[in-house]
Nanobody, 126 residues
Framework: QVQLVESGGGLVQIGESLKLSCAVQ??????????VAWFRQAPGKDREFVAG????????VYATGVKGRFTISRDNPKNTVYLHLNGLKSEDTAVYFC?????????????????WGQGTQVTVSS
């Protein structure tokens, strides 16, 4: 059984910040053995990659549009992954999902992630 629960979304103004959290409960394998990523989906658009972090937390990867504004991190003893969103823009409005990666595969490809949370809404208003 694997459960991912996102929190921290909300309504903010352009330029403001948010911190998203993803708490992971997993049986059958250990959280710190798996990479994790955040994806987002805006209305009428495909789900897109936002950021990924490797099992140790020492290596990260970002989508071009969020690099320098968003930061992904993880706390393995707490089985939690975070996404800090700074300098928010209206185009960042979306439902944000965290996902647990399988054993291999790129972070950018959602098909490499068998486990997903329900998502948390981020709305950036002008």
């Amino acid at each position: 059984q694997v459960q991912l629960v996102e929190s921290g979304g909300g309504l903010v103004q352009i330029g403001e910040s948010l911190k998203l959290s993803c708490a992971v409960q997993a049986s059958g394998f250990t959280f710190q053995d798996r990479g994790v990523a955040w994806f987002r989906q805006a209305p009428g658009k495909d789900r897109e990659f936002v950021a990924g972090v490797n099992p140790s937390g020492r290596s990260t990867v970002y989508a071009t549009g969020v690099k320098g504004r968003f930061t992904i991190s993880r706390d393995n003893p707490k089985n939690t992954v975070y996404l800090h969103l700074n300098g928010l823009k209206s185009e960042d409005t979306a439902v944000y999902f965290c996902a647990l990666r399988g054993l291999t595969g790129s972070y950018e490809n959602p098909t490499n992630f068998p486990y997903w949370g329900q998502g948390t809404q981020v709305t950036v208003s002008s």
